[in-house]
């Protein structure tokens, strides 16, 4: 079992910045990957950046430059900086860590675990 709570939500202006963190507890050395998504009203959930545990990371076209993923090497935490925010990354924001096998960064996963979610309301 792994358990994570994100934090670092807020509202901010157009060409601001945040940094997420996601706290993993519980099972983290089983960690194969981990992975930001967020979600839009009435859209569904989307990859944001995922990383494994080679360090290996992928990005959304939509945020790449602009964001980026980290992580310390014992999994205890997983952070998302974003920096030039824009309208359209208002969403909430979830934390993913998967134990499996495979590529699971590369995608929304269909398993795993969940944190709770933060807010991210980027204002005009």
């Known amino acids: 079992q792994v358990q994570l709570v994100e934090s670092g939500g807020g509202l901010v202006q157009a060409g601001g910045s945040l940094r997420l963190s996601c706290a993993a507890s519980?099972?983290?050395?089983?960690?194969?990957?981990m992975g930001w998504y967020r979600q839009a009203p009435g859209k569904q959930r989307e990859l944001v950046a995922g990383?494994?545990?080679?360090?290996?990371?992928n990005y959304a076209d939509s945020v790449k430059g602009r964001f980026t993923i980290s992580r310390d090497n014992a999994w205890n935490t997983v952070y998302l900086q974003m920096n030039s925010l824009r309208p359209e990354d208002t969403a909430v924001y979830y934390c993913?860590?998967?134990?499996?096998?495979?590529?699971?960064?590369?995608?929304?996963?269909?398993?795993?675990?969940w944190g709770q979610g933060t807010q991210v309301t980027v204002s005009s």
């Open positions: 990383i494994n545990s080679g360090g290996s990371t």
């Open positions: 519980g099972s983290t050395s089983s960690i194969n990957t």
């Open positions: 993913n860590a998967v134990t499996l096998p495979g590529p699971w960064y590369l995608r929304v996963p269909t398993t795993g675990y």
